[in-house]
């Protein structure tokens, strides 16, 4: 960072991993090796993006950052399997990255962390793991339960697909700068395809007013179709549940079985 005059841009959530120590955490935990197409986002300085290339078929290193492109440039320049992005990832077609990503592995940006992992599971088919470093709320929410406090939407939309485990903390002090907030790593499995877009957008309708009842808060959604609350408390009540459930008591396979029975396009 001295050598390059580099300065890390709040607005962009720039926290730069300075421990070597903790690449070796995360290539374990992602079990990175030569079949593997792996995408970082958020490259910064390139630390760990080499140690990826090493290991990898092929590596995807996306960076918002221009200014970090003769950092980057360095550090991948011995590898020839590397793809570098100078893109904002959460408005990048992912889907087209060739060859396609298997695994997503990074220290994510903690502004776009949770919806970039969320959008990736649809968006990218082949990835069978995500291994990232992420801020401790993030990581706690998408391996949330149901019925407790952190279950949102979050949790829901990521466990419709994936299985979702706060792997271990990660010290503040391997971050320049510190950062004011604790981190984890977080990984999760493939377990199942993603759902379409209706159970998607059922799910987050139904959490968007979290202290409503769920047909209630289906009911105030931009658009929503004439009859949707008693449609919402019927199919509900076919399945066992309470006409007043509230979305935080239902799994993420119950809002599922729910858009099926609603007659929705999961």
């Known amino acids: 960072m001295r050598e390059g005059g580099i300065k890390p841009k709040r607005d962009l959530g720039q ?6 120590n903790m690449l070796e955490v995360v290539a374990k935990e992602a079990d990175v090796g030569p079949g593997d197409t792996v ?34 440039t360095e550090a991948i320049e011995p590898f020839d399997n590397v793809t570098l992005h100078f893109a904002d990832a959460m408005h990048m077609d992912l889907g087209s990255l060739d ?6 592995v990074a220290n994510l940006p903690y502004g776009i ?8 599971i649809p968006a990218l088919p082949k990835c069978q793991i995500w291994v990232g470093m992420v801020q401790k709320e993030v990581g706690d929410r998408l391996a949330a339960s149901p019925g407790s406090k952190t279950y949102g939407a979050p949790s829901a939309l990521a466990q419709l697909a994936c299985k979702v485990k706060v792997v271990r903390p990660v010290s503040r002090t391997v971050f320049r700068p510190i950062p004011n907030v604790d981190s984890v790593i977080v990984r999760l ?78």
Request: glycine share 10%.
């Open 15 to 20: 926290n730069f991993l300075i421990d070597a």
């Open 113 to 120: 962390a949770a919806p970039l992992i969320l959008d990736s």
């Open 189 to 266: 499995d493939r377990v199942r395809p993603a759902t379409g877009p209706a159970v998607r957008a059922l799910i987050r309708e139904g959490f968007a007013h979290r202290r409503k009842a769920l047909a209630r808060s289906l009911s105030l959604a931009p658009g929503a179709a004439e009859g949707i609350r008693d449609r919402t408390r019927a199919a509900l009540e076919e399945m066992g549940l309470p006409a007043d459930a509230r979305a935080e008591t239902l799994g993420p396979q119950q809002f599922v079985e729910l858009a099926e029975r609603m007659g929705l396009d999961a």
């Open 39 to 72: 995408l970082e986002v958020g490259g910064g300085l390139g630390i760990l993006s080499e140690h990826l290339a090493a290991k990898a078929a092929h590596l995807h290193v996306v960076e918002i950052d221009p200014g970090l492109e003769g950092a980057l």
């Open 99 to 104: 060859p396609e990503p298997t695994k997503l």
